[in-house]
């Protein structure tokens, strides 16, 4: 019988997946280089439980993350619960919840979010981002364009002179202060649930004791201590929820 080290790194070090592509989770330090976040902080923890190394796999994109998880190349990861994800991957409750929003150019006629569906409007959106795997079943007479990864999704709108670019709200702000005449759209299109999870072929007990941790870690004061230190606003710790 395997122990719970092993179900969760076979390789003898715990293998996480870790997605640049979301400022809200990780960035890179400044000084080191390094990734840094909310997300690295989890699983620094969670390998210190478990008593075993740890190794991060750092991607620009949410969809690498997630491939790396459903392939067995990374043994964790951090990403937003969607149902087609959910297809490889065993998830936990939500950590974290963020806002997903719609920014345009200021002198554009999209005044809110409900003129986004419409004939003709074209909309960036970073590749298998949740973003993405969201507006692909909602969106209904626009079109989607891809952006390689969610960071590039405003360059990309800019230099494809597309009508909205759709991303996480904080990422939009920043772009909107270091661009011109860009203007966020009232309002959220999506909230996101955050969560952690593993390959779904991982042994049940893994999954179980996962779920636990984060509801440890959102209860304890671990989770909103971490967004504190990295200096992250406009993301809400999610309720606790055991299941």
């Not at 715990?14 to 840094?36: C, E, H, M, T, Y």
């Not at 004939?119 to 959106?125: D, E, H, L």
């Not at 007479?141 to 709200?169: C, H, I, M």
């Not at 939009?172 to 999870?197: C, H, S, T, Y």
Request: charged share 20%; proline share 5%; net charge positive.
């Amino acid at each position: 019988m395997t122990t719970l080290p092993q179900q969760f790194a076979p390789m003898g070090t715990l293998r996480a997946s870790i997605n640049l592509g979301n400022p809200i989770l990780a960035q890179k330090d400044a000084a080191s280089g390094q990734p840094v976040g909310v997300s690295v902080d989890l699983a620094t923890d969670l390998a210190r439980r478990l008593g075993v190394g740890l190794t991060l796999l750092v991607f620009d994109s949410a969809g690498k993350s997630v491939d790396a998880v459903t392939n067995g190349q990374a043994d964790i990861g951090f990403f937003a619960i969607d149902p087609v994800r959910g297809q490889g991957i065993a998830f936990t409750a939500p950590y974290v919840l963020i806002e997903g929003s719609y920014v345009v150019a200021k002198d554009s006629a999209i005044q809110k979010n409900e003129d986004v569906d419409r004939a003709g409007i074209r909309i960036a959106v970073g590749k298998g981002s949740a973003y993405d795997l969201f507006l692909t079943r909602e969106i209904k007479q626009a079109k989607l364009q891809r952006a390689p990864t969610s960071p590039t999704t405003v360059d990309f709108f800019l230099n494809e002179k597309l009508d909205v670019a759709a991303g996480v709200k904080q990422q939009l702000e920043f772009d909107a202060a270091r661009l011109p005449n860009l203007r966020l759209l009232p309002g959220r299109f999506m909230v996101i649930e955050q969560a952690m999870g593993l390959p779904k072929d991982r042994d049940p007990q893994a999954q179980r004791y996962l779920r636990q941790f984060v509801e440890e870690m959102k209860s304890s004061g671990f989770v909103a201590a971490s967004l504190k230190k990295h200096k992250i606003e406009g993301a809400s710790i999610a309720p606790g929820f055991i299941r």
